[in-house]
């Protein structure tokens, strides 16, 4: 049993139009507590993320990187909120925080300089790179299918001192050749799946497709997130449930899959022999 109480905790499970506008359930990101607490990061802070923060009581001054994998709103809206939620006061007197996030975004405008220059480090990524966050924490980009916006997965290499550790995030995609060949390897895939069955969205991935991939890359723990209308809606209600009983049946025990879910906790470390 581990004694590090490195922890994902899901802000927001879900993500697209639907979900961002009407926060049925929330697209506020994703924590990643990592080395006791040493970072705390904020990955992909869209719509509601600073009230998942009060509602989930994590601490915004805690967070250290805040990190974007492509501009599209439901992933980058609350970034400018999230810089000033990290500083010690309001009064910012020193320049706080590290922003990850692609160049095309950082040259863009979108986030003007009174933000940039709050923040103490601003680490502009492109695709298949990998860039050292700090002595014991390092990442790769890794490329996406998603239309002609700069979008990046990225996989967190952590050096715990049994071993290294990876976990990687898909960011939103569809298919592409050498998807699978991305992520093999990796402990623990966060995987972006925004609809059910065999329901088709370009740029996305939906739970039929994804099978095959998640059985190829065969992480030990899976978790997917982003999940869109089709998904959960007032109408046919929360399909999540199912479709996590269907990705299970069909890839079997080795691969643990987790259907996120607001405010949940994912003691990752648990599942592993650190
Ligand atoms: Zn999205
Ligand atoms: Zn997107």
Same mark, same amino acid.
């Given at each position: 049993? &581990?004694?590090? #109480?490195?922890? /994902?905790? !899901?802000?927001?499970? =879900?993500?697209?139009?639907?979900? @961002?506008?009407?926060q049925? %359930?929330?697209?506020?990101?994703?924590?990643?507590?990592?080395?006791?607490?040493?970072?705390?990061?904020?990955?992909?802070?869209?719509?509601?993320?600073?009230?998942?923060?009060?509602?989930?009581?994590?601490?915004?001054?805690?967070?250290?990187?805040?990190?974007?994998?492509?501009?599209? &709103?439901?992933? #980058?809206?609350? /970034?400018? !909120?999230?810089?000033? =939620?990290?500083?010690?006061?309001? @009064?910012?007197?020193?320049? %706080?925080?590290?922003?990850?996030?692609?160049?095309?975004?950082?040259?863009?405008?979108?986030?003007?300089?009174?933000?940039?220059?709050?923040?103490?480090?601003?680490?502009?990524?492109?695709?298949?790179?990998?860039?050292?966050?700090?002595?014991?924490?390092?990442?790769?980009?890794?490329? &996406?299918?998603?239309?002609?916006?700069?979008?990046?997965?990225?996989?967190?290499?952590?050096?715990?001192p049994?071993?290294?550790?990876?976990?990687?995030?898909?960011?939103?995609?569809?298919?592409?050749?050498?998807?699978?060949?991305?992520?093999?390897?990796?402990?623990?895939?966060v995987?972006?799946?925004?609809?059910?069955d065999?329901?088709?969205?370009?740029?996305?991935?939906?739970?039929?497709?994804?099978?095959?991939?998640?059985?190829?890359?065969?992480?030990?723990?899976?978790i997917?997130?982003?999940?869109?209308?089709?998904?959960?809606?007032p109408?046919?209600?929360?399909?999540?449930?199912?479709q996590?009983?269907?990705?299970?049946?069909?890839?079997?025990?080795?691969?643990?899959?987790?259907?996120?879910?607001?405010?949940?906790?994912?003691?990752?470390?648990?599942?592993?022999?650190?």
């Amino acid at each position: 049993m &581990t004694s590090i #109480s490195d922890e /994902i905790i !899901i802000l927001g499970s =879900a993500g697209g139009r639907f979900h @961002a506008a009407t926060q049925l %359930r929330s697209t506020g990101g994703i924590i990643l507590k990592l080395f006791n607490g040493k970072y705390q990061c904020h990955l992909d802070p869209g719509p509601g993320a600073i009230r998942d923060l009060r509602d989930y009581k994590i601490n915004s001054r805690l967070t250290t990187h805040i990190f974007l994998t492509h501009a599209h &709103t439901d992933h #980058s809206m609350s /970034i400018p !909120i999230i810089i000033e =939620a990290l500083q010690k006061d309001f @009064a910012y007197h020193e320049p %706080r925080g590290c922003l990850i996030a692609p160049t095309e975004y950082l040259e863009s405008g979108e986030l003007n300089s009174y933000y940039k220059n709050l923040l103490q480090t601003i680490i502009s990524v492109n695709n298949s790179n990998e860039y050292l966050i700090t002595e014991d924490f390092s990442i790769k980009t890794v490329p &996406t299918n998603h239309g002609k916006l700069q979008n990046v997965g990225f996989i967190f290499s952590l050096k715990y001192p049994q071993r290294d550790f990876k976990i990687a995030f898909t960011s939103d995609t569809a298919n592409f050749p050498g998807y699978t060949s991305l992520y093999r390897g990796v402990d623990v895939l966060v995987a972006n799946v925004l609809r059910p069955d065999n329901s088709f969205c370009r740029g996305h991935l939906c739970v039929e497709e994804f099978i095959p991939l998640l059985k190829e890359i065969s992480p030990k723990l899976c978790i997917l997130i982003h999940f869109g209308a089709q998904m959960i809606n007032p109408i046919s209600g929360d399909r999540v449930d199912d479709q996590i009983k269907k990705i299970k049946k069909a890839v079997g025990p080795a691969i643990q899959v987790i259907g996120g879910k607001d405010g949940m906790h994912v003691p990752f470390l648990e599942y592993f022999e650190i």
